[in-house]
């Protein structure tokens, strides 16, 4: 499986971005595919993730009720749309997947993934 992720740029705070994550092989034995971002001199972070099969999304706190993530399992793709975005959003944002189930609480965690896409940068200015 490999990821590859698109969308990122320069918006004003407030401003809206997509995210795409394309993946090619067999991306369909993914359970879980997930967004995390990592700002500069800061550690990876969990932002949302969704389920292949089903769409059962699942946000960090940060991101709840600004962020929506889906999938559009025909064209391979999970998308991370952004609203209202902030400065504290600039970020490179890196898709990933996981193949085995695991509990929810799990899928925040960045070492449960074991593949990755290179990361878009999405930058917020004030």
């Known amino acids: 499986v490999q990821l590859q992720a698109s969308g990122g740029g320069l918006v004003q705070a407030g401003g809206s971005l997509r995210l795409s994550c394309l993946g090619s092989?067999?991306?369909?034995?993914?359970?879980?595919l997930a967004w995390f971002r990592q700002a500069s001199g800061k550690e990876r972070e969990f932002v949302a993730s969704?389920?292949?099969?089903?769409?059962?999304?699942y946000y960090a706190d940060s991101v709840k009720g600004r962020f929506t993530i889906s999938r559009d399992n025909a064209k391979n793709t999970v998308y991370l749309q952004m609203i209202d975005l902030k400065p504290e959003d600039t970020a490179i944002y890196f898709c990933a997947a996981r193949q085995n189930r695991v509990a929810q609480s799990a899928r925040a965690n960045h070492r449960v993934y074991g593949w990755w896409g290179q990361g878009t940068l999405v930058t917020v200015s004030s």
């Open positions: 969704t389920t292949w099969s089903s769409n059962s999304p």
């Open positions: 092989g067999r991306l369909f034995n993914m359970n879980y």
